[in-house]
């Protein structure tokens, strides 16, 4: 039986389809690889100035003088040196030391009460700002209005107004309620922060609104949607937003230093621009351990996080 043959056209046809195939997949396993490297690249640069921090944490007072010492040095007038070619950055110690976190740790309390200080301040405020926040939100996506759209459009101003342009109405208003130079002038503003209520607001919302009807067809109150509905569908949405608002506050810095003059009052994140001042050789071990409860909330939210920030809809699909 004679072979049938295609036609030369079909031919080189299918053959310029197999080429053009293998070619981009060439191009897209290149692409991959370049892309890999670049994406290294970029985590590398992000993660040296934490690596070079944890590492010279556990250096000796002696060799970190030795190494940047030169950096925080001043002149008999109180001037900074220039520095050209004496700093000399060094990712392993020549003798691992623990001695800077014993000095932190048992002979140096006003670092651990700095420490203490940045938690009674955050932890109150993330969770009375999610309390407020949950009912605040359940409102706003509950029910509708004319006022509630002024009011909700009031808290989007708010949120996207930088703190620095509201600094001197809280300064005001935290003197005319002479809560100035106290803990509740930093407690106060941040419990009512309407950047939580913004959030868990558009959680709500995309919940699909026949799950909460048929909940009130069976009998269910609106304390009971709220508590049995909303919130556990929201749950991703809320250590999220939890997660967001602690690394905000955890790192504040402006807010201490107008509203508190007492130096006994600030957190860790104001106190540790100060120790570059006198003693170098206890910065790092600072840094590592002002450096630990963000890391491990991020790890133990991260999955969390990323889901609430993903999130679609009140049902995942």
């Known amino acids: 039986m004679a072979e049938i043959r295609k036609p030369k056209s079909e031919t080189v046809f299918y053959e310029r389809a197999i080429r053009k195939a293998h070619r981009k997949k060439r191009i897209t396993k290149y692409g991959l690889i370049i892309g890999t490297i670049i994406a290294a690249i970029f985590a590398i640069l992000f993660l040296t ?11 000796s007072s002696s060799e970190i003088s030795a190494n940047y010492g030169a950096v925080f040095k001043t002149t008999e007038n109180g001037g900074k040196v220039f520095i050209s070619k004496t700093v000399n950055l060094k990712f392993i110690p020549d003798i691992v030391s623990f001695s800077q976190y014993y000095a932190v740790l048992f002979k140096s309390p006003e670092y651990l009460v700095k420490f203490w200080n940045s938690v009674l301040y955050v932890v109150p405020i993330v969770g009375v700002q999610l309390m407020i926040a949950m009912l605040a939100s359940y409102g706003f996506a509950r029910y509708q209005g004319r006022v509630r759209e002024v009011i909700f459009f009031i808290y989007i101003i708010l949120m996207l107004m930088p703190y620095q342009v509201t600094l001197v109405p809280n300064y005001l208003v935290s003197q005319w309620l ?24 558009k959680f709500i919302r995309r919940i699909p609104t026949e799950v909460m009807e048929a909940a009130s067809i069976d009998g269910a109150g609106e304390w009971q949607i709220f508590s049995k509905i909303c919130m556990p569908l929201c749950k991703s949405g809320l250590i999220s937003i939890a997660i ?32 570059n001042a006198g003693e ?27 889901e609430g920030i993903s999130y679609q809809g009140g049902l995942k699909g």
């Not at 100035?49 to 250096?59: A, D, E, G, H, R």
């Not at 450096?291 to 999955?303: A, D, N, Q, R, S």
């Open 49 to 59: 100035p934490i690596i070079l921090t944890i590492t010279n944490s556990f250096m």
């Open 244 to 275: 967001l608002v602690f690394i905000d506050y955890w790192n504040m810095v402006e807010q201490p230093l107008i509203l508190l003059s007492n130096d006994e009052l600030h957190p860790l994140s104001v106190f540790l621009s100060k120790i």
């Open 280 to 306: 170098i050789s206890l910065a790092f071990a600072v840094a590592v351990i002002y450096l630990v409860p963000p890391l491990l909330i991020f790890l133990y939210g991260e999955e969390y996080l990323v």
């Open 178 to 201: 002479g809560i100035l130079d106290t803990r509740w002038a930093i407690l106060l503003p941040g419990f009512f922060s309407p950047f939580a209520v913004f959030l868990l607001t």
